[in-house]
């Protein structure tokens, strides 16, 4: 059993600087991808940068060139840093983990608010 606990969301204003951050416990011998989701009020859940055990990254299109993932060597933390933060950044981001098997892990979700 896997468990993600997400922290780092809050109030920002728009142009500012965000960082999440998402510890994972548990067995990750498997894993996949670590990946930030986020969903949106009345919207789907959608990719926000996905990062695989080898280090290659994706990102959302929305989200290029402003925000950038990361992890620790270890693989049991994931970090989005979000930079020009705009209203429409607006969400609750969730961590997320894959595993080759299929097997899907979510945390509880941290709230981003950006103001204009």
């Known amino acids: 059993q896997v468990q993600l606990v997400e922290s780092g969301g809050g109030l920002v204003q728009a142009g500012g600087s965000l960082r999440l951050s998402c510890a994972a416990s548990g067995n990750i011998y498997g894993l996949n991808t670590m990946g930030w989701y986020r969903q949106a009020p009345g919207k789907q859940r959608d990719l926000v940068a996905r990062i695989t055990t080898g280090g290659s990254t994706n990102y959302g299109d929305s989200v290029k060139g402003r925000f950038t993932i990361s992890r620790d060597n270890a693989k049991t933390l994931v970090y989005l840093q979000m930079n020009r933060l705009r209203p429409e950044d607006t969400a609750v981001y969730y961590c997320?983990?894959?595993?080759?098997?299929?097997?899907?892990?979510w945390g509880k979700g941290t709230l981003v608010t950006v103001s204009s």
């Open positions: 997320n983990m894959r595993y080759v098997n299929g097997m899907d892990y």
